[in-house]
């Protein structure tokens, strides 16, 4: 699956969108770190570490989500770091 059709199937099951909106998909956000972890395994040593930056987004979901694919965090403050 493409991740336009992941993105589209998303939003049709989404029972009303207010706007403006933030829309986090967790099957997309899923082939992306899928993507994202492919490529760097190309290229990667065995002392690569991949890093998340709270900064990125805040949302508990998507760090929990992530939480399970990367290696640790990346914060700049007391309150990301709190996150």
Sequence with gaps: MKIN????????????IDTPSVIYLKDAI???IDEALKQLSEVKTNETKLLYSIKACY?????????RFVTGFSVSSLQEYKK
């Design 5 to 16: 059709d992941i993105i589209i199937k998303g939003i049709k099951n989404s029972e009303k």
């Design 30 to 32: 899923r082939f992306n």
């Design 59 to 67: 949302n508990s979901k998507v760090i929990s989500l992530l939480s």
